[in-house]
Nanobody, 126 residues
Framework: QKQLIQSGGGSVQAGGSLKLSCTAS????????MGWFRQTPGKEREGVAA???????EYLDSVKGRFSISRDDASKTLYLEMNSLKPEDTAMYYC????????????????????WGQGTLVAVSS
């Protein structure tokens, strides 16, 4: 079953931190690559961060040094830790899974992917 359940997000002032979680079904976690995307109104969805099963990660240039993607095998959960948040980070954030490595879509509009989380809003005020 292709299932991704997101949690976390919310509202924070600039400079603050938030952590997003995405819990996958056992099938997805063991067999698919996972990553994070975001979308603001009027803009295309874009890849923010991705990680493979060996821990190799890719980041959007604008979040490098501030965001960190990680995986926890025990809980089958993907995380996105976001620090030093800026108003321009305000967006709906989505986790995704696909049979192909999602790092190639960091900074780009993704194609149709195998599974998406339900999305969670991150709002950063100045």
């Amino acid at each position: 079953q292709k299932q991704l359940i997101q949690s976390g997000g919310g509202s924070v002032q600039a400079g603050g931190s938030l952590k997003l979680s995405c819990t996958a079904s056992d099938y997805i976690y063991r067999n698919y690559y996972m990553g994070w995307f975001r979308q603001t109104p009027g803009k295309e969805r874009e890849g923010v961060a991705a990680i493979d099963r060996d821990g190799r990660s890719e980041y959007l240039d604008s979040v490098k040094g501030r965001f960190s993607i990680s995986r926890d095998d025990a809980s089958k959960t993907l995380y996105l830790e976001m620090n030093s948040l800026k108003p321009e980070d305000t967006a709906m954030y989505y986790c995704a899974a696909d049979q192909s490595y999602l790092g190639v879509w960091v900074g780009y509009k993704p194609p149709t992917l195998d599974a998406w989380g339900q999305g969670t809003l991150v709002a950063v005020s100045s």
